[in-house]
Nanobody
Framework: QVQLVESGGGLAQAGGSLRLSCVASGIIDRINAMGWYRQAPGKQRELVADSRNGDTTNVADSVKGRFTISRDNVKNTVYLQMNSLKPEDTAVYIC??????????????WGQGTQVTVSS
């Protein structure tokens, strides 16, 4: 089992910044990818950004140029630096981790989410 603990959410003004962190712990043989999703009330969950093997990153077009994802593989931590925040960025941000065992068995885990609220 893998546990994910997110932090860094809160209230920011439009144009401001927040930095989210997600720490993975538990039974982990290998982390293939760590990423961030978000879900606003009445909206579908959407991928914000992820970081895969080799530190390959992908960022959603809606946040490209404003958000940056990074990983610390030693600490099993993924970060999301959010700059130039907009009110439409308001959502619960949820950490996601993909794992793999030595036999190639994959797992997928979700954090509880951290609230990000951006005021006008």
């Amino acid at each position: 089992q893998v546990q994910l603990v997110e932090s860094g959410g809160g209230l920011a003004q439009a144009g401001g910044s927040l930095r989210l962190s997600c720490v993975a712990s538990g039974i982990i043989d290998r982390i293939n990818a760590m990423g961030w999703y978000r879900q606003a009330p009445g909206k579908q969950r959407e991928l914000v950004a992820d970081s895969r093997n080799g530190d390959t990153t992908n960022v959603a077009d809606s946040v490209k140029g404003r958000f940056t994802i990074s990983r610390d593989n030693v600490k099993n931590t993924v970060y999301l630096q959010m700059n130039s925040l907009k009110p439409e960025d308001t959502a619960v941000y949820i950490c996601n981790v993909e794992t793999r065992t030595r036999l190639g068995v994959r797992g997928n885990y979700w954090g509880q989410g951290t609230q990000v609220t951006v005021s006008s």
